[in-house]
């Protein structure tokens, strides 16, 4: 699929995007893909091209733009450098919820402004540290986000006023979430309190654990599995498709 790099104004700089398109004259829908706590770089640009595949116009932000000598992590071995694993907490810090609302309406604009992109309503995804964004951007820019998707996501029902649970009531999307098996950062009882804050908001929504470990989608994680990484597939093919057409 094409691929391009494109650079976005932001209230705080500019921010290097890489947006995916399919085959073709479109338009199509808009997704912005969050990337997990390593931040942008190759693994991600080649899931964004498998996305676009499906049809749509995929976005990846450098969520880490604001720091802009930041080095790229080595998912292989991040958490066994304590030095590397330190930095990149430090860094995951630094995206508040404020800010993931606030860069989201850039990039929602950006691709209302793509001649190749249909509508002005999108979807979200995101991993880990992604996934937690893109439920933050659907409570938090309601109005421009038609799905939020989730996988291996942490923090998603935590005891933190910034968690994403607390904005169900100002989700209008179609929420999917998938989690890790013996994920820490996303435990069954915090499924559960998600399940309820979502239900009781009315939003329509799937919870569910796949037979994997966190990091199971995303190519260069250790833990990654094919099998649970298609399943990843299938359910945005499938929530995407509904939600976006």
């Given at each position: 699929?094409?691929t391009?790099?494109?650079?976005i104004?932001?209230?705080d ?5 890489t947006?995916?398109?399919p ?31 499906y ?20 998912m ?44 002005d ?75 309820r ?37 299938d ?7 509904r939600?976006?057409?």
């Amino acid at each position: 699929m094409p691929t391009s790099t494109e650079t976005i104004t932001t209230a705080d700089g500019t921010c290097r995007v890489t947006v995916a398109t399919p085959d073709g004259a479109g338009p199509w829908p808009g997704i912005v893909m969050y990337p997990d706590a390593g931040g942008a770089r190759a693994t991600f640009d080649e899931m964004a091209a498998q996305l676009a595949g499906y049809g749509y116009v995929v976005l990846v932000p450098d969520v880490y733009y604001r720091d802009a000598d930041w080095a790229p992590f080595d998912m292989a071995t991040v958490f066994g450098d304590e030095a590397e694993r330190r930095r990149l907490f430090g860094m995951i810090k630094t995206i508040t919820p404020d800010i993931m609302a606030a860069d989201a309406a850039a990039f929602f604009d950006h691709l209302t402004a793509r001649e190749d992109v249909i509508g002005d309503r999108f979807g979200t995804t995101g991993y880990c540290m992604g996934g937690r964004t893109s439920l933050v951007v659907a409570g938090r820019v309601p109005e421009r986000v038609a799905a939020a998707m989730s996988f291996h996501g942490g923090g998603l029902a935590a005891d933190d006023p910034g968690s994403p649970h607390l904005l169900a009531g100002e989700i209008k999307a179609v929420v999917y979430v998938g989690g890790a098996q013996d994920d820490a950062s996303f435990t069954a009882e915090q499924a559960a309190t998600l399940d309820r804050a979502l239900t009781a908001a009315g939003v329509e929504h799937t919870i569910e654990f796949y037979s994997a470990a966190h990091g199971f989608a995303v190519p260069d994680n250790a833990p990654y599995d094919a099998a649970a990484a298609q399943r990843h597939w299938d359910a945005m093919a499938a929530v995407f498709g509904r939600a976006l057409g």
